[in-house]
């Protein structure tokens, strides 16, 4: 079966059912294979223990009918209006006390949310027989193809306070502090408490007090959301052994971070829970992504999908895009921009040249409620509804027509590795309110990775062991390291990998206490040492990458800067130190934040380093043994930016060229020898037939219509 490619239809109770069998021709017309259905607890369960599926029966049908397969979105999240009368007390309540009134959701016609609390045992008795009702009645269905069991990871919305503080979750709270500490004693010795009894031990309230209950807290919230998606997926599982059952957030758990205690909807970061924690069972993990209404260029979007990707790397496990913007957005009455049919190719084909296997567009019409009335639609109003259908048309013949390529798609395993690490998220929280700060620290080196086309993984600090693949390690921004996570870290050095910090890396444990600069990993393990918080001299800095403060030879850096500086004991602001094998960088700054900020909010000290930040990580690559496979030769006319990511059908090499913008010509210059005598007798772009021929391990490609090429050897197709 070729790739997914498919498109959100049904949210209850619209389209109304007088659309239904022309609209599904015509998606088969437009290249579509798949059509995805969201199954509302709300809507199916009006009347307790009462199950009405008449409308995705003829849904269903009508797919097998126009040959689409169907995907199953499980909406338990929005629950029936009877919830609190059936199963009294089990609103959730908010760190203030208050009882949580739910109201309609934003985007549902009907059922509630957030519902009632599902740490309430009445709660998720429900919500389970909704699930395994509805997964009984479609396993075995031959049109349905695959399950969504938790859309975007929503449980609290609309909460409109921090939640959730009611007594059953307290429990939990408690209970999981019991799992993990074992007694009390061994709790008080981790936190450096003299606590009596467990009824003592209480969640944080707030940002802004001490860090370590607010953090066990927030992990502890986390955790619960990957307990809770596993539990779905169990249900779910159980009735559909042969199908994929996956989940997806409204976008990864790396970007979690700007969720935040001071926004209408108050949050702790991580709150959707973990894409790590979720793939360590999970069929396959996603995010939903909407470019243009949220403002993301393209560079930033290869980052979204690459923060998905590492967590479904990482557990071997499937990748999708879940909702990718269909057509304009709607948010009420702002304005908001249509979606050119190009931009939108190069979205979809960024997902598969990433290795996901399924892409699903929100959605194929226009909303007709609510805010979102008037949006989304891939053939919606907005003017460019006949540009994309021509587009999608024309890529669902490709991924037919060269399936066997497609499908066998692979990348290999990255030799560049970025850390995420959740508890340095809940402990920024803890002082921001957000945890924007290690957040952008990801997303700069993301960004500067995508910008030199450096292919590179994300390593949680709880699933470290692809770092036997890597040979270059960046822990931006790394200020909670524990023992298990520092092990891990200085046996990759050992082995001879290079490890890049940043200021402050490993100063606080998991229990929040900030630690000594020699009482942390980098002083037990590499014998380096800060001397302490220096103010920043500028907001660019020079560096030198140096073995010592007075290497004449070394190379200079003027590097964006933010917060402070940590100089060494050396005197230096970045260090270099063999280890083992390998070797470890420490540079005092705040770089690679101050960088992403340089870029995305235009500040102009910033932008001054940015260039000397992605020379910075180049020369590090580059010493660290990573050699280049292929990259475009920078256009003397300069010209948007371009990205190339190279994967392998079996032994066939699949090259994806994809720029920023379209209508830009460019040189491919191929390093790699084997790659080079794969493609020395030319390449044929998978979308155009066009071919091409190498000469001096270059190969001159002209402008494309969406900007994406394509490229396997001739005689592979
Ligand atoms: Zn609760």
């Given at each position: 079966m070729p790739l997914t490619l498919g498109a959100q239809y049904y949210r209850p109770p619209f389209p109304t059912s007088e659309y239904w069998d022309d609209d599904f021709a015509r998606m088969r017309d437009a290249g579509l294979n798949t059509v995805q259905l969201w199954l509302v607890w709300g809507w199916i369960e009006s009347v307790p223990g009462a199950f009405n599926y008449d409308d995705y029966d003829r849904l269903v049908e009508l797919a097998?009918?126009?040959?689409?397969?169907?995907?199953?979105?499980?909406?338990?999240?929005?629950?029936?209006?009877?919830?609190?009368?059936?199963?009294?007390?089990?609103?959730?309540?908010?760190?203030?006390?208050?009882?949580?009134?739910?109201?309609?959701?934003?985007?549902?016609?009907?059922?509630?949310?957030?519902?009632?609390?599902?740490?309430?045992?009445?709660?998720?008795?429900?919500?389970?027989?909704?699930?395994?009702?509805?997964?009984?009645?479609?396993?075995?269905v031959p049109a349905v193809s695959g399950w969504d069991v938790w859309n975007e990871l929503r449980w609290n919305v609309h909460a409109d306070g921090l939640v959730c503080y009611c007594d059953h979750t307290l429990v939990g709270f408690r209970d999981w502090l019991k799992t993990k500490y074992g007694d009390l004693d061994a709790l008080n010795r981790a936190w450096e408490r003299r606590y009596g009894a467990w009824d003592e031990v209480l969640p944080g309230k707030r940002p802004g007090r001490v860090y370590t209950e607010m953090m066990a807290f927030e992990e502890f919230i986390s955790e619960r959301s990957v307990e809770h998606a596993k539990w779905r997926y169990r249900i779910v599982k159980g009735a559909n052994p042969d199908k994929p059952v996956t989940v997806h957030g409204g976008k990864p758990s790396v970007l979690y971070g700007a969720d935040s205690y001071w926004e209408g909807e108050p949050s702790t970061a991580l709150h959707r829970g973990n894409d790590w924690g979720f793939a360590e069972e999970i069929d396959g993990v996603g995010t939903s992504s909407f470019p243009v209404w949220e403002e993301i260029d393209h560079t930033d979007f290869m980052g979204r999908i690459d923060f998905v990707r590492g967590a479904a790397e990482a557990n071997g496990k499937a990748l999708w895009l879940s909702e990718l913007q269909g057509g304009r957005s709607a948010d009420g009455f702002n304005p908001q921009r249509s979606v050119r049919?190009?931009?939108?190719?190069?979205?979809?084909?960024?997902?598969?040249?990433?290795?996901?296997?399924?892409?699903?567009?929100?959605?194929?019409?226009?909303?007709?409620?609510?805010?979102?009335?008037?949006?989304?639609?891939?053939?919606?109003?907005?003017?460019?509804?006949?540009?994309?259908?021509?587009?999608?048309?024309?890529?669902?013949?490709?991924?037919?027509?060269?399936?066997?390529?497609?499908?066998?798609?692979?990348?290999?395993?990255?030799?560049?590795?970025v850390w995420f690490s959740p508890r340095t998220y809940f402990h920024s929280w803890c002082e921001d309110g957000n945890a924007?700060?290690?957040?952008?620290?990801?997303?700069?080196?993301?960004?500067?990775?995508?910008?030199?086309?450096?292919?590179?993984?994300?390593?949680?600090?709880?699933?470290?062991?692809?770092?036997?693949?890597?040979?270059?390690?960046?822990?931006?921004?790394?200020?909670?390291?524990?023992?298990?996570?520092?092990?891990?870290?200085?046996?990759?050095?050992?082995?001879?990998?290079?490890l890049v910090v940043e200021s402050e890396a490993g100063a606080f444990g998991e229990n929040g206490i900030y630690r000594y600069p020699e009482q942390r990993f980098l002083a037990k393990h590499f014998g380096i040492e800060e001397v302490g918080r220096r103010e920043l001299p500028a907001d660019v800095v020079p560096v030198s990458l140096a073995a010592n403060a007075t290497d004449a030879g070394a190379t200079t850096y003027f590097l964006p800067a933010t917060q402070w500086a940590t100089p060494y004991s050396d005197g230096t602001l970045c260090t270099l130190k063999a280890h083992g094998e390998g070797t470890v960088v420490a540079l005092g700054l705040y770089s690679a934040e101050a960088y992403y900020a340089g870029q995305r909010e235009a500040n102009a000290a910033y932008v001054a380093g940015a260039g000397e930040y992605e020379r910075f990580v180049r020369d590090l690559v580059a010493g660290g043994g990573v050699e280049r496979a292929a990259r475009i030769l920078e256009a003397t006319t300069g010209g948007p930016l371009a990205h190339v990511r190279i994967g392998y059908a079996g032994r066939t090499p699949m090259v994806y060229v994809i720029t920023e913008a379209e209508s830009r010509a460019l040189t491919l210059e191929v390093s790699d020898v084997k790659l080079a005598a794969a493609l020395q007798g030319g390449v044929i772009d998978l979308l155009t037939r066009r071919t091409f021929s190498m000469r001096d391990r270059q190969i001159v490609l002209p402008p494309s219509e969406w900007g994406v090429m394509i490229l396997v050897p001739g005689s592979a197709a």
């Amino acid at each position: 079966m070729p790739l997914t490619l498919g498109a959100q239809y049904y949210r209850p109770p619209f389209p109304t059912s007088e659309y239904w069998d022309d609209d599904f021709a015509r998606m088969r017309d437009a290249g579509l294979n798949t059509v995805q259905l969201w199954l509302v607890w709300g809507w199916i369960e009006s009347v307790p223990g009462a199950f009405n599926y008449d409308d995705y029966d003829r849904l269903v049908e009508l797919a097998g009918k126009h040959e689409l397969s169907v995907v199953l979105s499980t909406i338990a999240a929005v629950h029936p209006y009877w919830i609190h009368r059936e199963v009294p007390g089990s609103e959730m309540v908010t760190n203030m006390g208050a009882k949580v009134i739910s109201t309609n959701r934003r985007e549902i016609h009907y059922g509630i949310t957030p519902g009632g609390c599902i740490d309430n045992p009445g709660v998720a008795a429900r919500m389970e027989e909704f699930l395994r009702t509805t997964a009984e009645r479609y396993s075995g269905v031959p049109a349905v193809s695959g399950w969504d069991v938790w859309n975007e990871l929503r449980w609290n919305v609309h909460a409109d306070g921090l939640v959730c503080y009611c007594d059953h979750t307290l429990v939990g709270f408690r209970d999981w502090l019991k799992t993990k500490y074992g007694d009390l004693d061994a709790l008080n010795r981790a936190w450096e408490r003299r606590y009596g009894a467990w009824d003592e031990v209480l969640p944080g309230k707030r940002p802004g007090r001490v860090y370590t209950e607010m953090m066990a807290f927030e992990e502890f919230i986390s955790e619960r959301s990957v307990e809770h998606a596993k539990w779905r997926y169990r249900i779910v599982k159980g009735a559909n052994p042969d199908k994929p059952v996956t989940v997806h957030g409204g976008k990864p758990s790396v970007l979690y971070g700007a969720d935040s205690y001071w926004e209408g909807e108050p949050s702790t970061a991580l709150h959707r829970g973990n894409d790590w924690g979720f793939a360590e069972e999970i069929d396959g993990v996603g995010t939903s992504s909407f470019p243009v209404w949220e403002e993301i260029d393209h560079t930033d979007f290869m980052g979204r999908i690459d923060f998905v990707r590492g967590a479904a790397e990482a557990n071997g496990k499937a990748l999708w895009l879940s909702e990718l913007q269909g057509g304009r957005s709607a948010d009420g009455f702002n304005p908001q921009r249509s979606v050119r049919a190009a931009d939108q190719q190069r979205w979809l084909w960024s997902g598969f040249a990433s290795g996901a296997d399924t892409v699903l567009f929100w959605c194929w019409r226009d909303e007709i409620f609510g805010r979102e009335s008037g949006g989304f639609g891939i053939v919606g109003a907005d003017g460019r509804a006949e540009e994309r259908v021509a587009a999608l048309a024309r890529a669902g013949g490709a991924l037919v027509q060269y399936d066997p390529l497609f499908s066998a798609y692979r990348l290999p395993p990255a030799e560049v590795g970025v850390w995420f690490s959740p508890r340095t998220y809940f402990h920024s929280w803890c002082e921001d309110g957000n945890a924007g700060r290690p957040m952008r620290a990801i997303q700069g080196l993301a960004r500067v990775l995508n910008r030199l086309s450096i292919p590179y993984t994300v390593i949680e600090e709880q699933h470290t062991d692809p770092l036997s693949q890597l040979k270059v390690l960046f822990m931006p921004r790394g200020i909670v390291v524990d023992e298990p996570a520092a092990a891990a870290v200085a046996a990759f050095v050992e082995a001879g990998g290079t490890l890049v910090v940043e200021s402050e890396a490993g100063a606080f444990g998991e229990n929040g206490i900030y630690r000594y600069p020699e009482q942390r990993f980098l002083a037990k393990h590499f014998g380096i040492e800060e001397v302490g918080r220096r103010e920043l001299p500028a907001d660019v800095v020079p560096v030198s990458l140096a073995a010592n403060a007075t290497d004449a030879g070394a190379t200079t850096y003027f590097l964006p800067a933010t917060q402070w500086a940590t100089p060494y004991s050396d005197g230096t602001l970045c260090t270099l130190k063999a280890h083992g094998e390998g070797t470890v960088v420490a540079l005092g700054l705040y770089s690679a934040e101050a960088y992403y900020a340089g870029q995305r909010e235009a500040n102009a000290a910033y932008v001054a380093g940015a260039g000397e930040y992605e020379r910075f990580v180049r020369d590090l690559v580059a010493g660290g043994g990573v050699e280049r496979a292929a990259r475009i030769l920078e256009a003397t006319t300069g010209g948007p930016l371009a990205h190339v990511r190279i994967g392998y059908a079996g032994r066939t090499p699949m090259v994806y060229v994809i720029t920023e913008a379209e209508s830009r010509a460019l040189t491919l210059e191929v390093s790699d020898v084997k790659l080079a005598a794969a493609l020395q007798g030319g390449v044929i772009d998978l979308l155009t037939r066009r071919t091409f021929s190498m000469r001096d391990r270059q190969i001159v490609l002209p402008p494309s219509e969406w900007g994406v090429m394509i490229l396997v050897p001739g005689s592979a197709a």
